[in-house]
């Protein structure tokens, strides 16, 4: 019961930097024109903003989410260190997902024909950016 407490507080908490996160990721769809979709979601996949057209964002949070553990095991049993990022490559286009902080991660869908190098770059700051507004809105809710 504790727990669940626990973690309807932090998810109230989390939705407290919807605005910043849904501005970055605004921001980064700009940047890179050939971005179809960005989602940022908590780590346990609870979706905090999203800028997608015909993407279901709570289902792509959750096999985030999903992808995640696989992620996060897969460098632990590999000693390569912490998550930072993770490309999917399909048919018809990419899938990459970083790491955003302690508690969230940025999930970018994009064109085929985009330049990965930019997108990593892109994207990297704005995970940077969206970790700071979703940690530091853990942590005022810590120190509240």
């Given amino acids: 019961m504790r727990r669940a407490l626990r973690q309807r507080a932090e998810r109230r908490q989390l939705m407290t930097a919807e605005a910043g996160v849904l501005g970055e990721l605004r921001r980064l769809r700009a940047r890179v024109p050939q971005l179809t979709g960005a989602l940022a979601a908590s780590a346990d996949g609870l979706v905090l903003a999203q800028d997608t057209v015909d993407t279901e964002a709570e289902g792509v949070a959750a096999l985030t989410a999903a992808a995640l553990g ?57 995970s940077a950016r969206i970790g700071e507004l979703v940690d530091g809105a853990l942590e005022r809710r810590d120190t509240g």
């Fill in 70 to 126: 696989v992620a996060l095991r897969l460098t632990e049993a590999t000693g390569q260190g912490g998550f930072r990022e993770l490309l999917i490559r399909g048919e018809s286009g990419y899938v990459a997902t970083y790491a955003a902080g302690g508690s969230a991660v940025l999930t970018l869908l994009a064109e085929p024909r985009i330049n990965v190098g930019r997108l990593h770059l892109e994207a990297r700051r704005s």
